[in-house]
Antibody
Framework: EVQILETGGGLVKPGGSLRLSCATS????????MNWVRQAPGKGLEWVAQ??????????YYAESLEGRVTISRDDSKSSVYLQVSSLRAEDTAIYYC???????WGQGVMVTVSS | DVVLTQTPPTLLATIGQSVSISCRSS???????????LNWLLQRTGQSPQPLIY???KLESGVPNRFSGSGSGTDFTLKISGVEAEDLGVYYC?????????FGGGTKLELK
């Protein structure tokens, strides 16, 4: 059974940083691209970043609105993907979801609140 | 960026009624490899999005066949043939033919 579990969310002050983790199991992690998607309270879905697999040299792609403030990375030995977000702003407050490949599996999400 | 416009924003239906949701793209979603990367998702209240359809018309595993997807190029449709109570929530179309991936604004399906 495919499982995706995000951790690392919480309350952060504006200007702070956060590292989100996404632990996966139940599939061959090495074969898949991985993505982060976020959803602000009461709003729609926004793609944040993607990291490809080793076959594609772990290429990364970012939403332009976040580029320069986010870094996606992965550890194939741990079947995990990470999202480092810095210079956090109130508008980064959202549920952050980790998704597999073409979006066929989603985690339950982790809440990030940016507030003083 | 590709803009996906979903209509209607809200859909009122009775149980058993058939409904359709439209998703129009600002540019063609046909990839150079011949695939069209258009998905449909359902997000029930308080839950994470659940994938329903990929590549325009292919049902994800476990999705009831009352759901169907169609379309090509820039115009796509999700049809529910006989709404059931468990189908209520917000439906999103999503494209990943082009970076950045983008989502439609959502269509909320409610009971009439």
């Amino acid at each position: 059974e495919v499982q995706i579990l995000e951790t690392g969310g919480g309350l952060v002050k504006p200007g702070g940083s956060l590292r989100l983790s996404c632990a996966t199991s139940g599939f061959n992690f090495n074969d898949y691209f991985m993505n982060w998607v976020r959803q602000a309270p009461g709003k729609g879905l926004e793609w944040v970043a993607q990291i490809r697999n080793k076959n594609y040299n772990y290429a990364t792609y970012y939403a332009e609105s976040l580029e320069g403030r986010v870094t996606i990375s992965r550890d194939d030995s741990k079947s995990s993907v990470y999202l480092q977000v810095s210079s956090l702003r109130a508008e980064d407050t959202a549920i952050y979801y980790c998704t597999r490949g073409r979006g066929d599996y989603w985690g339950q999400g982790v809440m990030v609140t940016v507030s003083s | 960026d590709v803009v996906l416009t979903q209509t209607p924003p809200t859909l009122l239906a009775t149980i058993g009624q058939s409904v359709s949701i439209s998703c129009r793209s600002s540019q063609s979603l046909l990839h150079s490899n011949g695939n069209t990367y258009l998905n449909w998702l359902l997000q029930r209240t308080g839950q994470s999005p659940q994938p329903l359809i990929y590549l325009v018309s292919k049902l994800e595993s476990g999705v009831p066949n009352r759901f169907s997807g169609s379309g090509s190029g820039t115009d796509f449709t999700l049809k529910i043939s006989g709404v059931e109570a468990e189908d209520l929530g917000v439906y999103y179309c999503m494209q990943f033919t082009h970076y950045p991936w983008t989502f439609g604004g959502g269509t909320k399906l409610e009971l009439k």
